[in-house]
């Protein structure tokens, strides 16, 4: 069974740009969380998305958006990019909500 | 204010010694997992506790859940440098129909050959 796959893994923006990235989870899972990993802050918590429903989100500005689409892929967007933004993004799939949770390798965003 | 503290932070040590990390909070959990993150990779799953006063073992890790499920530890025996990682503590937090997996800050673990 494969894992949990996101691209790019990694990824050098500008200020002011807009990123997005990309997340499969396991085949049959139908929950994708979201994580912001800092050396600073540790995992941070982004959303969550069930059925293509974003059930839960964390305390990130509005420029943090993402989607899940109907065969349960989820994309984040992260627009407006800031310095503070650089850092290691993960996915996690999750059978059914927001049990225990299978992560990706991660996006490495570095915000020039 | 981290909802779980992790303890310590930082820890190296040599091949072979045992370690005991902690997971501790002032919230009552329904279940509470370990995770392991190596270098370049997302974290793992190991263990998942769920009653109170749980022991779990894998291989050379031992995990306790508290009594009264605010609290868990991670000991690990004779140590092995592909043991080094970050390890992790996490707990689903509920609020309303809402729930999210939340974690701790973690503590880096450094074996050394």
């Known amino acids: 069974k494969a894992g949990v796959t996101q691209t790019p893994r990694y990824l050098i923006k500008t200020r002011g740009q807009q990123v997005t990235l990309s997340c499969s989870p396991i085949s049959g899972h139908r929950s994708v969380s979201w994580y912001q990993q800092t050396p600073g802050q540790g995992l941070q918590f982004l959303f969550e998305y069930f059925s293509e429903t974003q059930r839960n989100k964390g305390n990130f500005p509005g420029r943090f958006s993402g989607r899940q689409f109907s065969n349960s892929r989820s994309e984040m967007n992260v627009s407006t990019l800031e310095l503070g933004d650089s850092a290691l993004y993960l996915c996690?799939?999750?059978?059914?909500?927001?049990?225990?949770?299978?992560f990706g390798q991660g996006t490495r965003l570095t915000v020039v | 204010t981290q909802l779980l503290e992790q303890s310590p932070q930082f820890l190296s040590i040599q091949e072979g010694e045992n370690l005991t990390v902690y997971c501790n909070s002032s919230?009552?959990?329904?279940?509470l997992q370990w995770y392991r993150q190596e270098p370049g990779e997302g974290p793992v799953l190991l263990v998942t506790v769920v009653t109170g006063g749980e022991v779990k073992k894998l291989k050379r890790l031992t995990f306790q859940f508290g009594d009264a499920r605010k609290d868990s530890s991670l000991h690990i025996t004779a140590a092995q440098p592909g043991d080094t990682g970050l390890y992790l503590c996490a707990a689903i937090i509920s609020s309303g129909s809402a729930r999210q997996l939340t974690f701790g800050s973690g503590t880096q673990l450094t074996v050394l050959p």
């Open positions: 919230s009552v959990f329904s279940s």
């Open positions: 996690a799939s999750s059978p059914v909500w927001n049990t225990e949770a299978f």
